[in-house]
């Protein structure tokens, strides 16, 4: 069985702060943890992925996270943030192995406010 | 870059009828697609796996003769939610893997109103 929890279901920052995101997960195996993010109206976008190579994950629009599995978490941050950042974002994870391809569990999503 | 569409992206239906939401992979073939469902302020949560040419595989709770999903090509999935009754009001998303890459992509969901 695996979960994701996602801490903070609103986060608010400044245009130009530190995003931080936070995702926990529990799982039996290894996994695969995956950052996406949602516009209005619009399917969810792949911001990063990590599957088991290195522990920090780049990803697109300057979005990063860290694997630590000492603390189960994959937090998803941003040094500075933009407007265009404003959106709801999602944790999941996936059990590595090829018969739960495609089978995510999510968090409940963090839904990222940006002010001028 | 790959997209996936769903058809409608919203729809208002009488408790009892059955609606049918599709799923399409508009550049890739797509031998497995994903069906989700999100409740307000809920995560997504899996419901089945759609394979083309044979049948779905539900999750643990799902009715699958209630949501019924055909996947009869490699680039087209249905869900049918037979029936439908207020408490399936829901958004529904799928989504497409690509190849054995874990690639997948989603599409941008239907929102069922039924009233």
């Known amino acids: 069985a695996q979960s994701v929890t996602q801490l903070g279901s609103h986060v608010s920052v400044s245009e130009g702060a530190l995003v931080l995101l936070r995702c926990n997960y529990s799982?039996?195996?290894?996994?695969?943890l995956f950052w996406y993010v949602q516009y209005p109206n619009q399917g969810l976008q792949l911001l990063l992925k990590y599957t088991s190579a290195a522990t920090l994950v780049k990803g697109i629009n300057g979005f990063e996270a860290e694997f630590k599995k000492s603390e189960t978490s994959f937090h998803l941050t941003k040094p500075s943030a933009h407007m265009s950042d404003a959106a709801e974002y999602f944790c999941a994870v996936e059990n590595a192995g090829g018969t739960s391809y495609g089978k995510l569990t999510f968090g409940q999503g963090t839904i990222l406010t940006v002010h001028p | 870059g790959a997209v996936v569409s769903q058809h409608p992206s919203r729809v208002i239906c009488k408790s009892g009828t059955s609606v049918k939401i599709e799923c399409r992979s508009l550049?890739?073939?797509?031998?497995?697609m994903f069906w989700y469902r999100q409740f307000p302020k809920q995560s997504l949560m899996l419901m089945a796996t759609s394979n083309e040419g044979s049948k779905a595989t539900y999750e643990q709770g799902v009715e699958k003769d209630k949501f019924l999903i055909n996947h009869a090509s490699l680039t087209l999935s249905t869900l049918t939610v037979t029936s439908a009754h207020p408490e399936d009001s829901s958004f529904y998303i799928c989504?497409?893997?690509?190849?054995?890459?874990?690639?997948?992509?989603f599409g941008e969901g239907s929102r069922l109103t039924v009233l």
């Open positions: 989504s497409a893997g690509r190849g054995e890459v874990e690639e997948l992509f």
């Open positions: 799982s039996s195996v290894p996994p695969y």
């Open positions: 550049d890739f073939q797509a031998t497995t």
